[in-house]
Structure formats: structure tokens, C-alpha cells
């Protein structure tokens, strides 16, 4: 009796806008699907630094070189205050951590696709942090402290991650020929895959009504996908680039644009292991934790024995 | 430009002088940008990130003031990407691959300890651009010394397994740490001018610096009197540079006429 009182105080806090602490009462479910979706963002901040990571060294200018450096540092950053709060409900970073090294846990599908040209830098600056931004915008009014705050903070870099991919991608479609066939090349290759970012159509997404309900999320994936579709197609029109959807078209009416259905057998299969890039993903995951494993090892042998030997001292 | 020649212009000397530091510089931070992503815990993927932050940004400043010195209105990136290997000066120690973390670590404390007694004496240079740089990046070189000298005491002394891997490294890497202080005339005409400093004020201070941390973590120190490998300041490198110009200019160098700003 106690616990479903306690329920509807707690569903009472959310729908007056209320903040839930970490310290305050919440439903064991609200917990686990938090815990959740937070080490999911944390782990998609982390893996997302793979496929970056892979033009640091290749960058065309010491400019565009710092400025992704800087970027990527940033995401790990990001994945460091996000494992944090996820610490706020219970779960451990070691823990959530296992849960990715041993496939358990999810992170962002998008990252299992292969960055094959420079281009691809600025395409997922633009479109990928782009969408991130929007969703990320409506989290930072979710209704869990510690992850809207996260959020607030990560919003910031976001918005001059998208802005420096943007201005890379109106610089190669105003460039020289290669250049223009690059950044469209990549455009055509990272468009659909950004669109899945935001999950399955709503009828299709059994968490979302609970997470609306919870004040987690407050826009549905298919809300959110169109807000992305609005705004990006305006900004690709405006440097003259073409999105490869045939089905494309402003509705007056409406307001918005109306777009092609997604390939969810793609979706799905990359949502379960077999995209083209998880395997390498996961694998430099493992292998950078294993080779670390020496060094971890020693960090804390080394404070161990240096506590001795200051209880000694004293 | 030759080194080699009998006589150089003071012009000459200090666009050699820039390059040599800003060579340095821009490899070290590549071969510490090769971690990101890969490091042993989350926060040391950052202080990496962080470090080829830094060595890439001070290598940035010093190339821009370079092309300025030399006069042949190049653009910095001219010069990070449309130089052969022979024409790099950078330390074969900083070109090295990176190894394991053990590896990383014992490289960038030799390094870090030498930067900063060298920055510490660069920021009163009577080069009023050079030494603001120098005092600029000092406070950075600090934080790379004290964070790389920690990582030494920690490995060191913490596990076998951790010993063993860092007193391979120091052994390995030793007979590159003798370049460090090579000179020559272009060094020399810079020292007469005020435009450079001698870097034998400070080979004993970087010893002991080397020496007592080493001893702290429980390693033995290797032999400073043993042959050490020389050539890099001519140009002459170990074949692991070519290597790595050959990813870093690659793209750059397909595509000419584009600009990338």
C-alpha cells in the first residue's frame, strides 16, 4: 500500500515539473530505465570516438586537426560526466562498463557505420551531432537531476561540434570538384543512418509512453525525427547539397517535410550486432580495456602501497 | 637550407631553430593523438587528448612564426605538410612509435623534463615572440612533466608486471635521450645573439630531475655515458617518420588545390 502511495506522490512530483534527486523516492523501474538510457548515452559518447578518431591523424590542416582532437576529447569527456551520473542511481562505471565489453548493453547504432573519407568528419559534426542537439535539447528538461544537468552541459559543446561540422560541409560543397563529390558521397552515405538515430517509429517504441508518462522524455522518436528532418534539409538546400530521399517534399500544409520510409530491416540489423563496423567497434573497445588492464593494475598497487606507508609514518 | 654549411645567416638560423622545437612538437602530439580513444582508463584518454592538444597547438604557433621568419610568405601548414622527411629536424626519441603505455609514458616524462627547463630559460630569450610563447606554454609543460612523472612513480613502483614493462621502455628509449642536447652552429650564432638559449645550462639539472625520479620508482637508471644515436637535427631519422608523414600528409597532399581552412 505503502509503495503505491508512494507511486503516486512520486507521479504527482513529475507532472507538477518537479526535479527527482538521487536522494529522492523513485519506482525501481524508473531507476532501471534511467540507468539504462544513461549508460547507453555514455557508452555512444565512448564508442563514438572511434570512428573520429580515425582521421586525427590524417586531418588536412593543423587546424581541422586540433579542432577534431579537441572534439573528440570533448566526447570523452561527455562519456566520463555521463557514467557519473549514472553512478547517482546505483550502477557502477565498472559495471556498466562489463555490461558494453560483453555486448549487454547498447550504444548508438550510428557509430557501427565506417567514416571512409575526410568528408565523413564533417558530415557527422553536422548531421550526427546535429541530431544528438535535438535530442539532447529535450533531455535537458528531463525529469531525472543529475542527467538534465548532464545535459545541459553537453548541450554546449554539442551546438560548436554541429557548428564546426556545418561550416566544414559548406566549405567542401563550395570547394573543388573532388571536394564537392566527397562531402556528397557522404551526405548520401550517413543521411539514413542519422534518421534511425532516433529509434523506432512511435508505434513500435514500447519504452517511450512510460518515459513521456515519467517526464524522461517529453517528444515522441517520431516527433523528434521530424524536427531533425525540418532543419537539416534547409541547411543542406542552403549549401547545395542534395538529401537522397526521392520521396522528399514540403508539405504546405503542414509546415514540414515529408520524408521516405527507413529501411528497418537495416535497422534492426545493425540494432543487433550486424552492421558493418560492430565488430570493430566492440573489438577496440575490448582491446584497449585488456591492454589497459596492466596499467590499472599498477595505479592501484601503487596507491595501496603508498597508503601503508603513510599509516606507517603516522 | 643546410646546417652543414660553414656559414648560415641569423635569419636562417632561427627559421632552422623554429622548426627543430615546433618539429618536435607536432610528432610527439601525433604519436600521442594515436591514443585517443584507446587508452587504458576514460581519464587518461582525455590527459593524452589534452597533452596532443597542447604539443600540436605550440607546434601551430611556432610553424606560423617560422613562415614569418623565413620570409617565403608560406603558410604554416606548408610546412607540416609539403616537407619531406629529410627536411623534418624533430628528435628521432619523439618519432618512435608509441608503444605500449609504459612506453608512452617513459618517452613523455624524458621529454617533459627536458621541455621544461628548456621553456623555463626560452621565456628570456631577447626574442620577444619566442619568449612569450615560451611563458606561455610553460604553464602547459608543467602540467605535462607533473602528470608523466606521477605515471613513472606509479609503474614503477607499482606492480612486477609494471616495473618490468617501464624499465624495458627507459632501457630501450636511453640512447635516444643524448639529441636532446646536440648543438651546432645554428644553436651557437642564436646563443651570441641572445636568440636562443644553451642547452648545456641545464643537461646536469635535467640528470638529476631523471635520476631522482627514476630512483623514487624504484628503477634502475641507465647509462648516460652510453652510445647514443645522432642525426635527427641533420635530418637523418629512424624509418618510422616516413611512415608517419606518410598518413599525416597524405590527404593533404592528394587534393593540393583544395582548401580545408
Known amino acids: 500500500m505503502e509503495d503505491s502511495t508512494k507511486r503516486e506522490a512520486f507521479q504527482e512530483r513529475i507532472d507538477k515539473g518537479e526535479t527527482i534527486e538521487p536522494k529522492d523516492f523513485m519506482p525501481d523501474r524508473y531507476r532501471q530505465q534511467l540507468i539504462r538510457m544513461m549508460s547507453q548515452h555514455a557508452h555512444s559518447e565512448i564508442v563514438g570516438m572511434l570512428p573520429e578518431g580515425n582521421w586525427i591523424t590524417r586531418a588536412p590542416s593543423l587546424r581541422r586537426k586540433l579542432i577534431l582532437l579537441s572534439k573528440v576529447q570533448d566526447e570523452a569527456g561527455h562519456g566520463l560526466y555521463l557514467y557519473s551520473a549514472t553512478e547517482t542511481l546505483g550502477a557502477s562505471r565498472q559495471e556498466v562498463i562489463d555490461d558494453l565489453l560483453n555486448g549487454r548493453a547498447k550504444y548508438s547504432s550510428i557509430f557501427n557505420y565506417p567514416t571512409l573519407s575526410w568528408a565523413d ?144 530491416d537495416e535497422f534492426w540489423k545493425v540494432v543487433k550486432g550486424n552492421g558493418p563496423m560492430n565488430r570493430e567497434r566492440l573489438n577496440a573497445r575490448r582491446k584497449a580495456h585488456e591492454e589497459g588492464e596492466w596499467v590499472r593494475e599498477a595505479a592501484e598497487e601503487y596507491a595501496r602501497k603508498r597508503k601503508l606507508r603513510q599509516e606507517k609514518v603516522s | 637550407m643546410s ?40 581519464e587518461e584518454d582525455i590527459a593524452l587528448a589534452n597533452m596532443a592538444l597542447d604539443y600540436i597547438g605550440h607546434a601551430a604557433s611556432l610553424y606560423e612564426y617560422a613562415a614569418e621568419i623565413e620570409g617565403k610568405e608560406r ?57 612569450g610563447m615560451a611563458q606561455k606554454h610553460w604553464k602547459e609543460i608543467k ?76 628503477l634502475e637508471v641507465p647509462d648516460f655515458d652510453q652510445f647514443m644515436a645522432e642525426g635527427s637535427r641533420k635530418g637523418l631519422h629512424t624509418e618510422h617518420l616516413g611512415h608517419l608523414l606518410a598518413e599525416m600528409q597524405h590527404l593533404r597532399r592528394s587534393y593540393p588545390d583544395a582548401d580545408w581552412q
Request: proline content about 3%; overall charge negative; glycine content about 6%.
Open chain 1, 121 to 264: 568528419v564533417a558530415v557527422i559534426g553536422w548531421l550526427v551531432d546535429g541530431a544528438a542537439i535535438i535530442n539532447q535539447t529535450m533531455l535537458a528538461r528531463s525529469s531525472y537531476g543529475p542527467y538534465a544537468r548532464a545535459m545541459v552541459r553537453i548541450c554546449k559543446e554539442e551546438s560548436f561540434h554541429k557548428k564546426q561540422g556545418y561550416e566544414m560541409v559548406a566549405k567542401m560543397a563550395e570547394g573543388t570538384p573532388e571536394q564537392q563529390e566527397m562531402i556528397q558521397d557522404a551526405v548520401n552515405r550517413w543521411w539514413w543512418p542519422t534518421l534511425m538515430m532516433f529509434g523506432p517509429h512511435d508505434d513500435d517504441s514500447p519504452n517511450s509512453a512510460e518515459l513521456i508518462k515519467w517526464g524522461v522524455k517529453s517528444k515522441t522518436n517520431d516527433e523528434l525525427r521530424q524536427s531533425f528532418v525540418d532543419r537539416h534539409v534547409q541547411e543542406a538546400h542552403t549549401v547545395g547539397l542534395e538529401i537522397p530521399d526521392p520521396d522528399l517534399e514540403y508539405n504546405e500544409e503542414t509546415g514540414h517535410w515529408n520524408f521516405g520510409e527507413i529501411d528497418w
Open chain 2, 75 to 131: 603558410h604554416r601548414d606548408d610546412l607540416v605538410y609539403f616537407r619531406n622527411d629529410v627536411e623534418f629536424k624533430n628528435l628521432k626519441l619523439v618519432e618512435l612509435p608509441r608503444g605500449d603505455f609504459g612506453f608512452t609514458m617513459a618517452r613523455q616524462f624524458l621529454f617533459s623534463a627536458f621541455s621544461y627547463f628548456l621553456y623555463e630559460q626560452l621565456c628570456e630569450v631577447e626574442d620577444e615572440q619566442l619568449g
Open chain 2, 3 to 42: 646546417t652543414a654549411a660553414d656559414s648560415i645567416t641569423t635569419q636562417e638560423a632561427r627559421y632552422e631553430y623554429l622548426l627543430r622545437l615546433a618539429d618536435d612538437r607536432l610528432i610527439l602530439g601525433h604519436r600521442l593523438s594515436e591514443w585517443c580513444g584507446h587508452g587504458p582508463i576514460l
Open chain 2, 143 to 218: 602540467y605535462h612533466l607533473r602528470h608523466s612523472r606521477e605515471w613513472v612513480l606509479r609503474l614503477g613502483d607499482g606492480t612486477k608486471e609494471s616495473h618490468r614493462r617501464i624499465q624495458d621502455a627507459f632501457n630501450e628509449i636511453w640512447t635516444y635521450t643524448g639529441e636532446m642536447f646536440y648543438q651546432d652552429l645554428v644553436d651557437e650564432l642564436l646563443q651570441d645573439e641572445k636568440l636562443a638559449t644553451d642547452l648545456n645550462n641545464f643537461k646536469a639539472d635535467w640528470e638529476e630531475l631523471v635520476t631522482s625520479t627514476l630512483e623514487e620508482a624504484t
